[in-house]
């Protein structure tokens, strides 16, 4: 096959002085899905932001078939018919299906919108991913699933022959997952080209054709699949002393420190998002929490932590109700938060990498003197916990929003996990992680649970969450559909019919996830 992009020593170097990118080479063959793999920080996101025009380099050429290039902006690559499908969507969940894919490239006709056009070229893509859908539905009454489709349908239609996929199976059931993966390559026979960025190695072994290692900017390898082995990739990435076996003990629960009693969460539109959930978590044990986004998971943690307040349940931790508590007193009790969105909830971007790591501790007397925060004591507990959580940064003093996404994410759990808690409510704790970084999390997670601390993890990874729980719970549309005494009794493929609604539990079966 020809090549079809080509990097030829490209640097992209931020004004700190620091490195994104450092004389990579990198090239994609017309006609193959090529996997792009590295720990967070490897320079994974800036070099996909300068084939997309997001990002100017600083040095090196960019070729697509032997034609010297300059994208100047998206638009610049999109007229070069590429285009890419963000981690995060960029849908507007008030528009339609129709009105999201033609957004900005709308056909007319006499100066107007011609829409029996646009329904017409959007039928024709619609079909190649045999989506049987009204085509004037809102986005915002989509599945995670169907949202991702409309997102690489809107880039076909803009005439994209090269599809950049970031993380594209992070939300996805195993089912919606192999759905993906066979569409990717019929895309992949019509002449398409992908560039597929994910951390889940396993994937990439089914699916694509090469693999491109980053580590710290540069490019240290491009293999052919079939000639390496998952280890073998892991080892590139982040060292040959990389292991996914974890050491875990089995579960010693105590008490119960965490009870949810019928909690019923109603949105703006009159909707019940979360309808009647209880569950309970002992001192000692991991309870998964498992379910397609959108769901109730974010509404039902939100309830737990006080972020929310329920319009019905109770909720108590470490024998005490909770309903009137702010969220320092809850702090103050012995509950800790790791958020799914860091952008927003989990750190404040502006301060420092040290300020975002004392803003839990505000409360410990022990980095305070005569009264005052002691800035070395402080500077001592920072520089210790970013090389035990292994932050990638100049110094503490970096401003948060310098990171990579996840070692903004590792700021975050080295806060939460250093606190003198007894309860945590983790959410999505590795999403945008490593393998390396990873496996560091779920090893922090089962000290804690060795600890007697009692865990709530919500997780859309169902590796993580066979790895990690004792027991699991799934929802669905609001409701618990399924609980897990046993989680090695369970297969991924049983979990992703209760996920996605096609089993459900009795209300006896899922009654025992209350009583602990």
Do not use: W
């Amino acid at each position: 096959m020809p090549e079809l992009l080509e990097l030829r020593g490209v640097s992209k170097i931020y004004g700190n002085g620091v490195y994104a990118n450092r004389e990579v080479n990198f090239s994609v063959k017309e006609g193959e899905i090529h996997a792009l793999v590295g720990e967070n920080g490897a320079g994974k996101s800036t070099l996909m932001k300068v084939i997309y025009g997001m990002e100017q380099p600083d040095m090196g050429e960019i070729y697509m078939r032997d034609e010297r290039m300059r994208f100047h902006s998206p638009q610049d690559a999109m007229r070069r018919n590429i285009g890419m499908v963000h981690q995060h969507f960029m849908l507007v969940e008030s528009l339609s299906i129709a009105e999201n894919v033609t957004l900005g490239f709308e056909p007319s006709k006499l100066g107007f919108i011609d829409r029996a056009q646009v329904r017409a070229k959007v039928s024709d893509y619609t079909q190649v991913f045999g989506l049987d859908l009204d085509l004037d539905t809102k986005v915002s009454d989509l599945s995670v699933g169907v949202k991702q489709k409309v997102e690489i349908i809107k880039a076909m239609y803009r005439g994209a022959r090269l599809l950049i996929l970031d993380e594209p199976t992070s939300v996805l059931t195993p089912q919606e997952t192999v759905e993906l993966f066979a569409k990717l390559k019929e895309l992949k026979r019509s002449g398409y080209t992908v560039i597929f960025i994910s951390h889940k190695l396993r994937e990439i072994m089914d699916l694509c054709d090469r693999c491109s290692v980053m580590r710290k900017g540069e490019m240290v390898a491009t293999v052919e699949i079939k000639d390496v082995s998952l280890r073998q990739i892991s080892e590139m990435m982040v060292g040959s002393g990389y292991s996914e076996k974890l050491d875990k003990e089995p579960p010693a629960p105590g008490e119960v420190k965490l009870r949810a009693r019928g909690l019923v969460n109603v949105n703006k539109f009159g909707k019940r998002v979360v309808d009647g959930v209880s569950l309970a978590v002992r001192g000692g044990e991991i309870v998964g929490l498992a379910g397609v986004e959108g769901n109730g998971q974010s509404e039902l943690v939100g309830m737990l932590f006080r972020l929310l307040r329920p319009n019905a349940g109770s909720v108590e931790m470490l024998s005490r109700d909770v309903g009137g508590l702010t969220i320092e007193e809850l702090r103050a009790l012995g509950v800790s938060y790791v958020p799914a969105d860091r952008m927003t909830l989990g750190l404040a971007k502006t301060m420092s990498i040290e300020d975002n790591l004392l803003a839990a501790k505000l409360g410990d007397r022990r980095y305070y003197k005569n009264g005052l925060i002691d800035q070395r004591k402080v500077r001592r507990m920072s520089e210790a916990l970013v090389r035990q959580f292994l932050i990638q940064c100049t110094s503490p003093a970096t401003d948060a929003k310098m990171l990579s996404g996840g070692n903004m994410q590792k700021v975050v759990v080295a806060r939460e996990f250093t606190q003198a808690a007894e309860v945590f409510i983790v959410e999505q704790p590795t999403r945008g992680i490593d393998v390396g970084a990873a496996r560091f999390v779920h090893e922090k997670l089962l000290e804690l649970r060795q600890g007697g601390a009692a865990i709530l993890l919500v997780s859309a990874d169902l590796d993580e969450l066979f790895k990690l729980s004792d027991r699991m719970l799934v929802m669905y549309n609001g409701r618990v559909s399924a609980f897990f005494e046993d989680v090695s009794r369970v297969s991924e493929q049983e979990l992703g019919y209760y996920m996605l609604g096609v089993k459900q539990q009795s209300a006896a079966e899922i009654g025992r996830a209350f009583h602990g």
